[in-house]
């Protein structure tokens, strides 16, 4: 990994800490009446929701830009140019870095299974492409996924602020999340994966070595399957919001415990 790279993931690690417990905190407590009364556990999750949607924002912005502007990714998505895709990527991996470690200290209350699988999964591709700098294409689409994370954050912010299922913002929010995450992270599938077959047997998938194809190949099929499994949770809830069986008492399909914190 060049120092470019490595400084960046330190660096976003270090900012995204400070987010967490600077930032975030007093942010929250200027604009929101209902934050000071959460308890201590929910307004751990409350901060580390508020970094993870700004750094969905951040990633997911910069990678429309990649995909719409930048030729060399695209016209060669194995071995193109990947010096914008690796900085994003770097942002990323220090994200993913933070939220892991944020995890571990607070594995009671926040710890998921799925979330360290999807994060380790997507570490591990993903230092392949700032240490070798290939597949840069490909890592960069799947950061489209990240569009979908405000939305998510936004349902639990509504939530943990006692906001009743059938307000308006509240079943607003929920169909607009069930929307975009379809959008960017299961709608997108096909055109994905007609892509990476369109590599198989070529020069450049030989080139890349069979550990750099098992990284990509099992982490992609990994992350698809546990977006197919979010996928499926908030289209129930939002049918049952839509069609009124969503009240107070019926929990959220969508896992409250850190849900969706992460990044393809």
């Given amino acids: ?50 970094v993870s949607t700004v750094h969905a924002l951040i990633v997911g912005l910069f990678c429309l830009y990649i995909l719409w502007f930048d030729d060399a990714v695209n016209a060669n998505p194995v071995w193109g140019d990947p010096n914008l895709v690796k900085l994003n990527v770097a942002i990323t991996c220090g994200y993913l870095l933070y939220d892991l470690v944020l995890l571990a200290c607070n594995w009671s209350t926040m710890g998921d299974s799925f979330f360290v699988c999807h994060h380790l999964a997507a570490l591990y591709a993903y230092g392949f492409v700032l240490t070798r700098g290939v597949l840069p294409y490909f890592a960069n689409f799947r950061l489209i996924s990240e569009l979908s994370t405000p939305f998510v954050n936004q349902r639990w912010f509504y939530e943990v602020l006692k906001y009743p299922r059938s307000h308006r913002m509240v079943v607003l929010n929920g169909v607009a999340m069930a929307v975009v995450f379809f959008v960017v992270r299961i709608a997108v599938m096909p055109s994905y994966w007609a892509s990476v077959f369109a590599t198989f047997g070529t020069p450049e998938f030989e080139r890349l070595g069979l550990g750099a194809q098992v990284a990509w190949i099992t982490s992609c099929i990994a992350l698809d399957v546990l977006n197919t499994i979010w996928m499926y949770k908030i289209a129930r809830g939002c049918y049952r919001v839509l069609t009124g069986r969503g009240g107070r008492k019926v929990k959220a399909d969508v896992d409250e415990k850190h849900a969706n914190n992460h990044t393809d």
């Fill in 1 to 50: 990994m060049e120092t470019r790279e490595l400084s960046v993931v330190a660096g976003s690690f270090v900012g995204f800490q400070i987010l967490f417990s600077v930032a975030s905190p007093r942010l929250s407590l200027a604009v929101t009446t209902g934050y000071k009364q959460l308890p201590p556990t929910k307004l751990t999750e409350w901060n580390s929701r508020l």
